[in-house]
């Protein structure tokens, strides 16, 4: 967040933002996201996954008042159709995101191509369906601490979906259940913890 501050502070402002029409602005935001990409390493990796980055951020900033009226002539009406407006926008977010997340991730520009160009291709459901989650590298252990933090956000969520607090909701329970949560909750943290050094992921760029 402070670096996309800085960006803006003293790269988009100086460069004119978004005061000097809309082809500036455009021009503008892909600058930003290049250099931003530019700052994780002098390599075409990272500013191609910044300049996709750019590319997505503006063409979704362009494609708004199209949507919005899209949404106002047809609208979907009712919370079933709102959700899967919603979910619907999330998952698009998430294929560019992890579009671009290619690049950034590969050791060269060839390498993404040809990961890029293996995912439109070879793809065999039966391998899907058959893979196993441990098969991926998920331990027994991880995947139980994963349902149980699920379920525990599944429960926050259901909470705040009925207009209560959830603090207030666990501390007028009585004493056994509200220290029950707490200690669940520090018993979770103490063991999904990994003890030992590591470095921040941002010390190497």
């Known amino acids: 967040m402070s670096l996309m501050s800085w960006f803006k502070d003293y790269l988009y402002i100086p460069l004119g933002g978004s005061r000097k029409g809309k082809i500036r602005q455009v021009i503008n935001n892909l600058i930003v996201f290049t250099v931003s990409g530019l700052w994780h390493g002098a390599a075409f990796g990272y500013i191609i996954w910044g300049f996709l980055s750019g590319v997505f951020s503006v063409f979704g900033n362009f494609t708004k008042g199209l949507r919005e009226g899209l949404m106002e002539k047809f609208p979907l009406k009712g919370g079933v159709f709102h959700s899967i407006h919603t979910a619907a926008r999330m998952l698009i977010t998430f294929i560019c995101f992890n579009a671009a997340l290619i690049f950034f991730k590969s050791p060269s520009i060839e390498v993404?191509?040809?990961?890029?160009?293996?995912?439109?291709?070879?793809?065999?459901?039966?391998?899907?369906?058959?893979?196993?989650?441990?098969?991926?590298?998920?331990?027994?252990?991880?995947?139980?601490?994963?349902?149980?933090?699920?379920?525990?956000?599944?429960?926050?969520?259901?909470?705040?979906?009925?207009?209560?607090?959830v603090y207030t909701v666990v501390t007028s329970k009585p004493a056994f259940i509200r220290w029950g949560v707490y200690y669940a909750l520090l018993i979770m943290i103490i063991f999904s913890t990994n003890i030992g050094a590591a470095s921040f992921i941002y010390f190497k760029f």
């Open 112 to 165: 993404a191509l040809e990961v890029a160009g293996k995912i439109f291709t070879g793809l065999s459901f039966s391998d899907i369906v058959s893979t196993s989650f441990f098969e991926l590298g998920l331990g027994t252990i991880n995947f139980i601490w994963l349902l149980v933090a699920l379920s525990i956000l599944l429960v926050v969520d259901i909470i705040k979906e009925k207009g209560m607090d």
